[in-house]
């Protein structure tokens, strides 16, 4: 059974960087899509950004530049990097993989990220 468990979420101020992980377990990950989303309150959930597993990256306009998405499919954990943080990017971010091979995707629990002063 995958399970994917999430942390570094926080409260940071406005300018401040934070740096989640997502460790998996329960399958051999690196052929899965691995990304982060978010959903803001009242908002849908929205794409973050995604890694492949030959390490192509998908990254949303508005966290373009400030995010850096990375995986370390000996650790079978993807990380996001948040720097240049706004009030705008808090959320809770959610962890995903997703198997191009069976077509399933798992979604972590969510971490809270707070970006206010």
């Known amino acids: 059974q995958v399970q994917l468990v999430e942390s570094g979420g926080g409260l940071v101020q406005p300018g401040g960087s934070l740096r989640l992980s997502c460790a998996a377990s329960?399958?051999?990950?690196?052929?899965?899509?691995m990304g982060w989303y978010r959903q803001a309150p009242g908002k849908q959930r929205e794409l973050v950004a995604h890694?492949?597993?030959?390490?192509?990256?998908t990254y949303a306009t508005s966290v373009k530049g400030r995010f850096t998405i990375s995986r370390d499919n000996a650790k079978n954990t993807v990380y996001l990097q948040m720097n240049s943080l706004k009030p705008e990017d808090a959320a809770v971010y959610y962890c995903?993989?997703?198997?191009?091979?069976?077509?399933?995707?798992?979604w972590g629990q969510g971490t809270q990220v707070t970006v206010s002063s």
């Open positions: 890694i492949t597993s030959g390490d192509s990256t």
């Open positions: 329960g399958s051999t990950f690196n052929f899965y899509v």
């Open positions: 995903n993989v997703y198997s191009i091979a069976t077509h399933r995707g798992y």
